[in-house]
């Protein structure tokens, strides 16, 4: 009996994040300034987000509960983030993600990763131990390579956008890329 209980919960549970969407506008001058051929797995331009908080697994009532404290939240004003550089994870010699990072409103996504992280602990999930870097993930590398070479190039990015929103998504996977859909969105002040 218990075991189906907990069958019944796994199966509810859903695979999300809270993030900030791009604009159609960042996204085109984005794809049109990188290089061609990118190093490791691409990610589609359609998956292109911020990732503030990933949750994993997530049940209905702490789900729910995300939902309850981030529309609550205040998360301030709109505010604009210019992409500026590209950067690799763990390091540039031995990359895994390969990401395009922001200068301008860097501070601002810190603020509201941090709202986030406050929803997240709210509904009981454990702190995230990694500094938040804003960044769009461009490709995954496996096995690890260095990037030190496009580092080097000096793409010059200077795409600005405005951040009006965001979003708790809910990631399925399998069968190709990973597929985001938006369970709820919250706007940002004027």
């Not at 789900?63 to 950067?87: H, K, M």
């Not at 990015?157 to 969105?185: C, H, K, N, Q």
């Amino acid at each position: 009996m218990e075991r189906a209980a907990e069958k019944r919960v796994a199966e509810k549970r859903e695979r999300l994040f809270i993030g900030v969407p791009l604009s159609e506008e960042a996204r085109g001058a984005i794809a049109r300034a990188l290089p061609k051929k990118l190093p490791g797995k691409v990610v589609p331009a359609e998956n292109w987000h911020f990732t503030l908080r990933f949750l994993g697994s997530t049940e209905p009532d702490k789900r729910d509960q995300v939902i309850r404290t981030l529309t609550a939240a205040t998360c301030g004003p709109r505010f604009n983030v210019r992409f500026n550089e590209l950067g690799a994870f763990p390091s540039p010699g031995r990359a895994r993600i390969l990401w395009l990072g922001v200068d301008e409103g860097a501070e601002r996504m810190a603020q509201l990763g941090a709202i986030a992280e406050a929803a997240a602990r709210i509904a009981g999930f454990a702190a995230e131990t990694r500094e938040l870097k804003p960044h769009l993930t461009l490709s995954r590398i496996d096995p690890p390579a260095s990037v030190r070479a496009l580092l080097g190039s000096k793409l010059r990015f200077g795409t600005r956008m405005t951040v009006d929103s965001v979003i708790l998504y809910r990631s399925r996977l399998g069968g190709g890329p990973a597929r985001y859909e938006e369970i709820v969105r919250i706007a940002l002040g004027r």
